[in-house]
């Protein structure tokens, strides 16, 4: 699941998956992931979370997701993608369960080294 508020993000991050083999599924906001995802957790191997969203930001959708997960005894791997780098913003988002934290623009060498790391590929 790829969640992005931004369609020309939209559009660049659904190519650059292709490339890997993943059917995406689009969420435009972290309410719209969290809701997907909690109706059908293992329709989803993987989920791209981008942090700056309206309604619900991928923040509170990763814990609430995370929350979902400890009742039904679930862990799907989450990567951030954000346009901020800095150290503090990496140990935020793992602090609230992602597993990853990637920048954007997306470097597809840094993309396929996660997927590694996290097992997806
Ligand atoms: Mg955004």
Known sequence: MLVEDNKLNQRL??????????????AANGLEAVEKYQTDPHKYSLIIMDIMMPVMDGLEATRQIRIFEQIHNLRIPIIALTANTFNADRERCLSYGMDDYLAKPLNMELLAQSFRNLGII
């Open 13 to 26: 991050m659904e190519s650059s998956l292709r490339r890997f083999g993943f059917l995406i599924e689009l």
